[in-house]
């Protein structure tokens, strides 16, 4: 039985071999096909090797270079841009707004639970009159991007300590909770979009619980947005020959700043809670005596929601920015708080074209206070901001070619802001990149329409390594 | 004991038809459609629990130029009881990109349920930002390539009506049809199914005029831990031209890929162990 048993198996064994090694030609005399299905008489196809019963092998061990840990020194990319403004502008001498090349360093150490990572930009700007080196202030020939040492003590915890690129919340280029540092001049000068997230100096810690997740960010000082560059922007109060004379808050760990966030998801949406405990990220506040620029104390409370709907994304998010200092106190004057709101929803209009709308609105609390307290010569602002915010990307040429317009537009400020943007892939590391920053607006005091004389279009090219 | 039986009856079935002509034995042995489907669905999208694979794409457009692609796909299958009707359902996918090296480090999350539109994340290293992705058009290309989402991912077997054309020795030949024509670019496709491990090797898509102007084809295939894997494959443009091809490596299955992988944690803190 048992020797019978083999038998018929080895039988059945060979009967299948033969069927996988005689190809085709066997089905010769099966029935003809039903009319409408001539196409599959075209002849079916041979076997794939592996399929056609010769001995497979194991998979090869020489696939892709484990290239996700870096090597030392590694150059990432080369970049080099150029940005005119398109009118001329008395507060500013130069007709180019962008003029530099930068180098992409890398360096990637990696340990059991630890990994360290170095990331910099070695930058010739011609436009920056002095190139000395400010780390903190990110400025100079020798930029760090990122310096940071990713630890993880625990299998519930990630930690991370140094330099650092943070995001958060639900905005596509509009910030309510993520009160991280940017760097709005690289934005609208036309550098890289990367640019516009300033890094942090920091601690993070992320703990995941079975509940939800939290984030708690420690920056131990201060950590501003940076400034827009008078030398090649002009803004309300900028004439080009004056800095601004401002008192920074930069005392270790009593200038400090904690970022949190928890969050969860509730199956396709994620839901958020934030808070920030600092200061406002501009020079938002002035001492009268003193007659410099201040930055008051402000903490953030907040939350969004995003999931899908209606075949898009949906997106809501609030955040109550509490300026603790508001209104004039003696001689120092603090602006109001606000509550701020943005709704959005993205969604894909046609094949490779995609819509994302934004709306959102900064509402001034105590507006009567505020008109009280407002400072002559400053901005008088709307009790509401209303901006709408419109995304167009389009893909082209095996998706080589990307074009892309955003557009901000607030009816309450009447102004707006443009960005168009080209970016065509050369070859798999040569790429090109053309855009403009459009700036419009009624009235000189408003957050775009101070801008409206930068109008500019650049162009760059990038080698990837 | 019924198992080994019906192995053993199978394989005289085998024996006899083979001796009878081969033109009746196709007739034999062949299971309802229904199941083949169910099947070869199984066999390419669902091998193991949980796979990875490194996988190298190279794109020729119709001019011949050529642009790569080479990412580390991370897959999980969800089991029953976990939010799961059946087998070969909900599944999820992490897609970590090495090349082009601008878009290196920069992590493509799929949720995948059956009935519903998938949830999409992108992760753009750069920025550190976790970026929603709206579902959109599966049949669109996935990362630039001839392939679409769809194909990566597979498609829903219930979005299409199948009927078998023909069992030869080789394969199960089935045609499908679209159960919403509108949802689809073709109006029908054929499909070849290898008979012995129901590997899906040649497919042909056809348009509203009958023209065939779209084919896939399963070029090698590789047996990894006792699961036929496709390891290499092809999908072409035959209206515009153009084609690319995968190659897959380093496939492994059943290396306990937790769920929390597909999270927002891991896309800002790749698994590098899983992605060596």
């Given at each position: 039985m048992n020797r019978l048993s083999r038998v018929v198996d080895l039988a059945a064994v060979l009967v299948t071999a033969c069927a996988v090694l005689?190809?085709?030609?066997?089905?010769?005399?099966?029935?003809p096909l039903p009319?409408?299905?001539?196409?599959?008489?075209t002849g079916e196809p041979a076997l794939p090797s592996g399929l056609g019963g010769e001995a497979t092998s194991a998979i090869?061990?020489?696939?892709?270079?484990?290239?996700?840990a870096g090597k030392p020194g590694l150059v990432r990319f080369w970049d080099i841009r150029v940005g005119l403004r398109t009118q001329d502008d008395d507060?500013?001498?130069?007709?180019?707004?962008l003029a530099e090349t930068r180098l992409r360093l890398e360096y990637l150490h990696q340990w059991e639970r630890a990994e360290f990572v170095l990331k910099s930009d070695l930058l010739l700007d011609a436009l920056a009159d002095d190139r000395g080196i400010d780390i903190e202030r990110r400025e100079?020939?020798?930029?760090?991007?990122e310096v940071k040492l990713d630890l993880?003590?625990?299998?519930?915890v990630d930690m991370a300590l140094g330099r650092q690129v943070l995001t958060w919340g639900t905005g596509d280029l509009i910030?309510?909770?993520?009160?991280f540092p940017k760097d709005f001049n690289s934005f609208f000068i036309g550098?890289?979009?990367?640019?516009?997230k300033s890094p942090v100096d920091a601690l993070r810690v992320s703990a995941y619980f079975d509940l939800f997740n939290v984030d708690l960010v420690y920056a131990p000082r201060f950590d501003s947005n940076l400034y827009l560059d008078p030398e090649r922007l002009s803004f309300f109060?900028?004439?080009?020959?004056t800095t601004l004379s401002v008192d920074m808050p930069?005392?270790?760990?009593?200038d400090d700043e904690i970022y949190l966030r928890a969050n969860r998801r509730f199956g396709s949406w994620e839901l958020a809670l934030y808070g920030y405990d600092g200061f406002?990220?501009?020079?938002?506040?002035?001492?009268?005596?003193?007659?410099v620029y201040l930055f008051p104390k402000l903490a953030v409370y907040g939350g969004s929601a995003r999931g899908p709907l209606a075949g898009g994304i949906f997106n809501v998010e609030y955040g109550y920015?509490?300026?603790?200092?508001?209104?004039?106190?003696g001689n120092d004057y603090a602006p109001p708080s606000e509550q701020r709101l943005l709704l959005g929803y993205q969604r894909e209009l046609a094949r490779e074209l995609n819509l994302g709308l934004q709306y959102y609105l900064t509402h001034i609390e105590d507006y009567g206070d505020y008109q009280d307290d407002r400072l002559p010569g400053s901005p008088d602002r709307d009790r509401n901001r209303h901006v709408v915010t419109a995304r167009l990307s389009k893909l082209l040429m095996n998706q080589d070619l990307r074009l892309s317009l955003f557009a901000f537009v607030s009816p309450s400020d009447e102004d707006g802001y443009l960005r168009p943007q080209l970016h065509y892939r050369l070859d798999d590391h040569r790429s090109v990149e053309l855009g403009a920053n459009v700036f419009f607006g009624?009235?000189?005091?408003?957050f775009f329409g101070q801008l409206s004389d930068n109008t500019n279009i650049y162009t760059a090219f990038r080698y990837d390594y | 004991m019924s198992g080994v039986v019906g192995k053993r009856m199978f394989g005289i079935l085998a024996i006899t038809a083979n001796l009878m002509t081969a033109g009746t034995a196709v007739a034999q042995g062949v299971p309802p459609v229904e199941d083949i489907v169910e099947r070869t669905n199984c066999v390419a999208y669902y091998a193991g629990r949980d796979g990875r694979a490194q996988v190298s794409m190279t794109i020729t457009d119709h001019q011949g130029r050529t642009r790569s692609r080479r990412m580390t796909i991370l897959r999980r299958d969800a089991t029953a009881?976990?939010?799961?009707?059946?087998?070969?359902r909900n599944q999820k996918y992490y897609v970590y990109f090495h090349r082009p090296t601008d878009v290196r480090g920069t992590v493509f999350t799929v949720w995948k349920h059956s009935g519903k539109d998938d949830d999409r994340w992108l992760y753009l290293p750069a920025l550190d930002l976790v970026n929603r992705i709206a579902?959109?058009?599966?049949r669109t290309s996935f990362v630039g390539s001839h392939f679409f989402y769809e194909d990566i991912s597979g498609?829903?077997?219930?979005?299409d009506e199948h009927e078998l054309v023909e069992a030869s020795a080789n394969y199960f030949v089935l045609k499908g049809r679209p159960?919403?024509?509108?949802?689809?670019?073709?109006k029908h496709y054929v499909i070849w199914i290898h008979?012995?491990?129901?590997?899906?090797?040649k497919v042909e898509f056809f348009d509203a005029q009958d023209r065939m102007y779209r084919v896939y084809q399963a070029t090698k295939v590789e047996t990894v831990q006792g699961l036929p894997t496709v390891v290499e494959s092809k999908m072409e443009d035959l209206v515009r031209g153009g084609n690319t091809t995968l190659k897959f490596s380093r496939v492994q299955y059943d290396?306990?890929?937790?769920?929390?992988?597909?999270?927002?944690r891991f896309l800002r803190n790749p698994p590098r162990d899983l992605l060596r």
């Open positions: 005689l190809p085709a030609q066997v089905t010769a005399g099966g029935p009319a409408g299905l001539a196409p599959a008489e090869g061990e020489g696939g892709v270079a484990d290239d996700t507060l500013v001498e130069d007709d180019f707004t100079g020939w020798l930029q760090l991007r993880q003590p625990h299998s519930k910030f309510v909770n993520d009160l550098r890289s979009e990367e640019y516009l109060g900028s004439p080009g020959d930069d005392d270790w760990f009593s406002w990220k501009g020079p938002e506040g002035f001492d009268l005596d003193r007659q920015y509490d300026s603790k200092d508001a209104g004039l106190d009624e009235d000189d005091d408003t | 009881g976990e939010e799961e009707p059946s087998a070969c579902a959109g058009d599966r498609r829903n077997i219930a979005e159960a919403d024509p509108d949802s689809v670019e073709f008979r012995g491990t129901f590997v899906p090797v290396l306990d890929i937790g769920d929390e992988i597909f999270d927002e």
